[in-house]
C-alpha cells in the first residue's frame, strides 16, 4: 500500500475564487487505476500551454502528457469543453497554475480529481504572489514570466512525478536537471538582453497586466490598459493615465498580444496612434504559439518576447 499523493497542509488549491475543500487536504489512494503502476503509462494532464510543454519536457517518454488549453486561448475566459472533463477525470497528475489563473476550469477539475495528484504550481511559499493594483490585490497569477519562478514550477513537476511514479524517477530527475540547466541559461540570457536597453527607456505597455513578474525580475516598467483578468474593462480614466505615461516616459513603443481580443490590442493600438509611439510588435502572453513556430516551447516564447521588447525599446 503507498500513497499516490500527499496534498501539503500549506498548498491548499484554490482556482476560480472557489473552494476545493471537499477534496481534502490528504488523498491517501490504494491503487492508481491507469498510472504507471498499472498496464499504461502515468497520464499528465495540464492547463495551460506553458504548463503542458514543461510536463512534456520532464515527463519524456515515461508518462502521456495532455494540455487542455490550445496555442493562443486566453486562460482567463476559458470556455471548457466536454472532451476536459473526460481528459481531467482520466489524470494521475493534474498541473495546474493556480492563483485563480484557470478561473473556469477550477468545478471541473475540483469534481473530477478525486485520487488524483492535483499540483497547482505557482501556489507555494516559494513564490511571493504580487498584488493586483487594479483588482483590489488580488494575487498576480503570471509568475511564468520570472524564469526562476518557472524553474520553482519545473521543480515541483519533477517532484510529483518521481512521488507518484518512483519507477521511472531516474529519468524525470535527468531531464529535469538538463531543463533547469537551460532554464538558468535562459534567465541569464534574458538579463544580459534587457540591460542593453538604457534603464530609462524600459518602460513596457502592454493590453493586459500579464509582464509584471518579468519587469520585477528585470527591471523595467510596466503599464497595460487593463488589470491581470481579461475578463476586466478598460476605463476611460485608466486609458488617459496610460497616455500620459507614454508621453511622460517617452515611451518608444506599445506592445500587443497574441492571447487577448481584438478590442484590447486595437485600443492598445489607438493609445499608440494618439502619443506618437508605434506598436512594438506581439508578445505572447498567457499562451505559447502554435506547437512548430518558435514560441511553441516556454523557452522559444521568453526568447521571442525578449527579442521583441529589446528591438522595439532599444
Ligand atoms: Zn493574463
Not at 473552494?19 to 492547463?47: D, E, F, H
Not at 507614454?246 to 496612434?273: C, D, G, M, P, Y
Amino acid at each position: 500500500m503507498y500513497s499516490c499523493y500527499e496534498r501539503p497542509t500549506n498548498e491548499r488549491p484554490r482556482l476560480g475564487g472557489g473552494c476545493w475543500c471537499s477534496v481534502g487536504l490528504i488523498i491517501a489512494m490504494i491503487a492508481c487505476p491507469g498510472s504507471a503502476y498499472g498496464q499504461n503509462r502515468l497520464k499528465v494532464v495540464g492547463t495551460t500551454t506553458m504548463i503542458t510543454d514543461l510536463a512534456r519536457q520532464i515527463a519524456g517518454d515515461d508518462a502521456d502528457v495532455s494540455g487542455i488549453m490550445r496555442p493562443g486561448e486566453d486562460p482567463h475566459i476559458y470556455e471548457v469543453r466536454p472532451r476536459d472533463v473526460q481528459l481531467i477525470a482520466g489524470a494521475d497528475l493534474l498541473l495546474a497554475n493556480g492563483l485563480h489563473l484557470e478561473s473556469t476550469l477550477g468545478h471541473v477539475i475540483t469534481n473530477n480529481t478525486e485520487g488524483a495528484t492535483v499540483v497547482l504550481l505557482a501556489e507555494t511559499p516559494r513564490i511571493t504572489p504580487l498584488q493586483s493594483e487594479k483588482l483590489h490585490g488580488a494575487p498576480d497569477p503570471h509568475c511564468w514570466f520570472n524564469v526562476t519562478y518557472f524553474r520553482v514550477f519545473a521543480e515541483r513537476t519533477r517532484d510529483a512525478l518521481v512521488k507518484i511514479d518512483p519507477n521511472h524517477a531516474d529519468g524525470y530527475r535527468q531531464r529535469a536537471t538538463s531543463y533547469l540547466a537551460e532554464l538558468d541559461e535562459l534567465h541569464n540570457w534574458v538579463r544580459q538582453e534587457i540591460s542593453r536597453v538604457p534603464r530609462e527607456q524600459r518602460v513596457m505597455v502592454t493590453s493586459h497586466d500579464a509582464f509584471q513578474y518579468f519587469g520585477e525580475a528585470y527591471d523595467i516598467d510596466v503599464f497595460a490598459v487593463i488589470g491581470i483578468s481579461t475578463e476586466q474593462q478598460p476605463k476611460p480614466r485608466d486609458l488617459t493615465r496610460l497616455a500620459s505615461i507614454v508621453r511622460e516616459r517617452h515611451v518608444k513603443a506599445l506592445f500587443i498580444e497574441t492571447s487577448v481580443s481584438q478590442t484590447l490590442n486595437t485600443i492598445v493600438t489607438k493609445i499608440a496612434k494618439t502619443t506618437g509611439a508605434k506598436i512594438g510588435g506581439t508578445l505572447y502572453s498567457d499562451s505559447l504559439g502554435p506547437p512548430d513556430s518558435p514560441a511553441g516551447t516556454y523557452i522559444g516564447m521568453v526568447r521571442e518576447n525578449v527579442k521583441t521588447v529589446v528591438r522595439a525599446l532599444q
